[in-house]
């Protein structure tokens, strides 16, 4: 026997009308919610940028304080410490640019196609490397920025990828460069360039 059933329809109408009600009410508290936390989200994303120009601004101030330093040291022949200068430095301007750290390969960038991407990577000279100024995604990032020229072996920096369909591209070309050997391969549906950041 089912209670509702039993009751009496004036009190059956004055609960399901309540039901109504409170439904009507949770509806409108979760709109709220979902304003306020809009709202929030904005602030929130508007305090971050914010904080993060002011850190990019004392960034530059800084890199421009010790630039004349390393030229200094460099001058008078303390190589090692213009050298550490100059990997500050280079720390800086990653840290600037939110680069990402090196990922390997980019697998997981073939649904990026277009769009571009910056990688704090140490140059690499062995790994494996198909294409040469475009690569296949499988290529090791860290090899490919030395054969494409932008790093040296060893050497730490902020390189740009770009993710292209390569999908008309008969083959991807084996080349020497910088002493790193790139290989041939066939037909490769995405592909990256890589350029200087």
Not at 63 to 84: H, M, N, T, V, W
């Amino acid at each position: 026997m089912n209670p509702i059933e039993d009751l009496p329809s004036e009190v059956s109408d004055l609960i399901e009308k309540f039901e109504d009600e409170t439904s009507v009410i949770r509806d409108k508290v979760s709109r709220e919610i979902q304003n306020i936390q809009e709202k929030a989200d904005e602030e929130i994303h508007l305090v971050r940028s914010k904080s993060e120009q002011r850190i990019k601004l004392k960034a530059v101030a800084l890199i421009d304080q010790i630039k004349p330093l390393q030229e200094s040291y460099l001058r008078s022949g303390k190589l090692d410490e213009a050298l550490a200068i100059r990997e500050a430095i280079r720390g800086l301007r990653s840290g600037m640019m939110n680069a990402k750290p090196d990922p390997g390969n980019l697998l997981n960038y073939q649904n990026k196609i277009g769009q571009q991407f910056l990688f704090e990577v140490t140059g690499a000279g062995d790994g494996p490397l198909w294409g040469t100024d475009l690569y296949t995604l499988d290529s090791r990032l860290a090899v490919a920025a030395v054969h494409a020229g932008i790093l040296g072996i060893g050497q730490k920096g902020v390189v740009q990828v770009t993710i292209q369909d390569s999908s008309t591209v008969a083959a991807f070309e084996g080349t020497e460069r910088h002493g790193v050997f790139s290989y041939p391969w066939g037909p490769y549906p995405v592909a990256f360039g890589i350029s200087q950041s």
